[in-house]
């Protein structure tokens, strides 16, 4: 028996696109031989649709073109879609996060998931009622356990700790399953192929039968899915995978489970590339702009920025700006137009001097008798901000903020200013990994696409003379590493500090995150690409007093 995993990247609400998306697929796997396809979680109405499903329309359109989309679907493969699905009950949660069997035209037999997670970035008890009880599809002389996402991320033996008291995948096995199929939406972040491959290989071994994975692709929101749908045999083997980062039509031959190779080991880098690039691209296509704007600064951040830009959406539809002040240096307005012409980007200068006289002309008799602080330094930022986003007006073109996130963790960034914007490209790359992005990029395209001097001088905002990051800031090597133990491990202060760390500047950078919260409420949806990020899933309150 063949299967195919129909790995797509559907746009969240837009049905009648999503529902072509998978008559496209079930072709391929016509063509290819499958008696059963899959699509991934959700995939009709596409994942996360959110409060979408507080509609009642939205749902009951989901299931007019769900009908529509079986009757095209005729004479090809039995295919598996995922939807919403109305609970008729007058108790629980309203609906059923579900998998409908479409088979000869019709509607047939439904799946509905039992795990609804809600930690980190899901939210699914919101909306979804979890089902109880083992669900056999019975197929071409085959009995398929189906499960839906989560529900495979609950071994005993896997976890150390399990989240649910209730192994749907135990269950199924019990009930005689020969397989094991899964339909995921499973959001990226850096190496978790790898957990995932090992979850999902060690689970086939241990219940003795094939595990297939059909995962989502592309970006949707902050969220990016890096699909690698795969198979495992019953002996835990790999014996198919799907691409990365890219749309496929996977074939798992049950009668013939041959080995394959392990999955690359890929870097971190690499991966984190093409997950921004990925995301950066279906950001903008999904919500209607056709071409981008960015400040140059000459720094390694806008850099980045820009360079992933010009792959995503294309050179010629990146404008560039280089909003020189009478404190950037002659060598930071340079790295900005040498990074352009390696991109072949568009630019435009325009310099801020003038808007700053004005804004002090203004403000000067509200300062009468103050210092020049970091009041003067944000004017600048909101100065440029207002330019971007007159641009970005004019052109009707998003723009994109190019903070990282170091500086978004600690707020080493100006709320209007350097943090206007539609899409905070880089926002959950912390700061060293942006220059190991960096220098990847250029490593990997055998030349300099970003200026070798952009990497190796003092990283600066350049507000005032002779200004560097770390007049303000611990050495972002330091930084870093704090905030990954605080951020993404939640360690409290006293953990970091009995790690080795100074306890006056763990004290200082926790206190720094704590009061940037309030910034942080107002950034533009950022990417998320590691275990934990300032979007989604970051519920901090703003006005709290907490000892970390």
Known sequence: MKIALLQINPTVGDLTGNAQLIADAAASAKRAGAELAVTPELALAGYLPRDLLLSRGFVDRCWDVAATLAKTLAGGPAVLVGL???????????????????????????????????????????????????????????????????????????WKRRRYHFDPIQELAKAGAQAIVNLSASPFAAGKYRLRDEMLGNLAAKHRVPVLYVNQVGGNDDLLFDGNSCAFSSSGEPIARGRAFASDVVIVDLDKQQPMAAANNVLAEAEIWDALVLGTRDYVRKCGFKSVVLGLSGGVDSALTAAIAADAVGKDKVLGVLMPSPFSS???????????????????????????????????????????????????????????????????????????????????????????????????????????????????????????????????????????????????????????????????????????????????????????????????????????????????????????
């Not at 560097?468 to 704090?482: E, K």
């Open 84 to 158: 919403p699905e109305p609970n008729p009950s007058d108790e629980g949660r309203p609906l059923f996060n579900t998998a409908v069997l479409m088979q000869s035209g019709t509607l047939g037999q439904r799946f509905r998931k039992s795990l609804l997670p809600t930690y980190d970035v899901f939210d699914e008890d919101r909306y979804f009622e979890p089902f109880r009880g083992p669900e056999m599809l019975e197929i071409c002389g085959r009995r398929l356990g189906i499960s839906i996402c989560e529900d495979v991320w609950n071994d005993r033996d896997f």
């Open 330 to 548: 002659k060598g930071s307005v340079d790295d900005a137009l040498e990074l352009a012409k390696q991109l072949g980007i568009e630019t435009q200068t325009l310099p801020i001097e003038p808007a700053m006289k004005a804004m002090e002309s203004t403000l000067a008799p509200a300062f009468s008798g103050t210092a020049r602080d970091v009041t003067e330094e944000n004017i600048q930022a909101r100065i440029r901000g207002n330019l971007l986003m007159a641009l970005s007006n004019k052109r009707g073109a998003l723009l994109l903020t190019t903070g990282n996130k170091s500086e978004l963790a600690v707020g080493y960034c100006t709320l209007y200013g350097d943090m206007s914007g539609g899409l905070a490209v880089i926002a959950d790359v912390p700061k060293t990994m942006v220059y190991r992005v960096a220098q990847w990029l250029n490593t990997s395209r055998g030349r300099a696409v970003i200026p070798e001097s952009t990497l190796t001088k003092a990283p600066s905002a350049e507000l005032r003379p002779n200004q560097t990051d770390q007049d303000s800031l611990p050495p972002y090597d330091v930084l870093d590493a704090i905030l990954e133990r605080h951020v993404e491990h939640h360690e409290p202060a006293d953990a970091i500090v009995a790690a080795g760390f100074d306890a006056a500047t763990v004290h200082r950078v926790l206190g720094l995150v704590r009061r940037a919260e309030f910034k942080r409420k107002q950034a533009a949806p950022g990417l998320k690409v590691t275990d934990r990020a300032f979007g989604t899933g970051w519920r901090m309150p703003i006005a709290a007093r907490v000892d970390l």
